[in-house]
């Protein structure tokens, strides 16, 4: 019988305010482009073209960052079950670790989003730390581990290597 597995989608409030971020960044750009054309104009169409311009560039950017986010939102889940943890590794792709496997818990952030990076001998899970239901998430995680896990020490605040004895 094959291992029950729960999963998890990511949370879209943080992913949001990342968006919202790059969303900015993508108008500020645009516009800062558009006054370097606007100081280059000899037509005196510039000041109309510098609006429009930041606008429209702006507006692809943003919808460019929001679509992203989507996605990345939409399919990169986590499941976890009593065999082990599912998710993805630093570049996107799905990777698997028994609980058995995973010897430290490091937390890290990138581009402002908290995760937990899960690692062993050969491979990780970044484990992302603003999951939907991370209440369920962390009863589970309690439920097939030991305290003395390194992800249960993590979760708990406790420091991400194994206990020394």
């Known amino acids: 019988m094959a291992d029950q597995q729960t999963v998890f989608r990511q949370s879209p409030h943080p992913l949001r305010k990342v968006a919202i971020r790059g969303a900015i ?5 645009a516009a800062v482009l558009n006054g370097l ?45 009593p065999a ?4 993805f590794n630093r570049i996107g792709r799905t990777s698997f670790m028994a609980w058995s496997a ?7 952030s990138f581009l402002g989003l908290r995760y937990l990076r899960l690692s062993g001998s050969a491979q990780e899970v970044w484990l992302p ?5 991370m209440g369920r998430f962390d009863a589970l995680v309690r439920q097939y581990l030991n305290a003395e896990h390194p992800l249960v020490r ?8 194994p206990a020394r004895s």
């Open 154 to 161: 993590a979760r708990q605040g406790r420091g991400g290597a």
């Open 102 to 108: 995973i010897r430290e818990a490091t937390p890290t």
């Open 129 to 133: 730390l603003f999951l939907e239901n």
């Open 25 to 29: 960044l993508a108008v500020v750009l």
């Open 84 to 87: 082990g943890i599912r998710g």
């Open 37 to 81: 054309l606007l100081l280059l104009d000899r037509t005196g169409l510039g000041i109309g073209l510098f609006f429009i311009g930041t606008a429209v560039l702006g507006a692809v950017g943003a919808f460019a960052v929001f679509g992203i986010q989507a996605l990345v939102g939409r399919f990169q889940r986590v499941a976890v079950s």
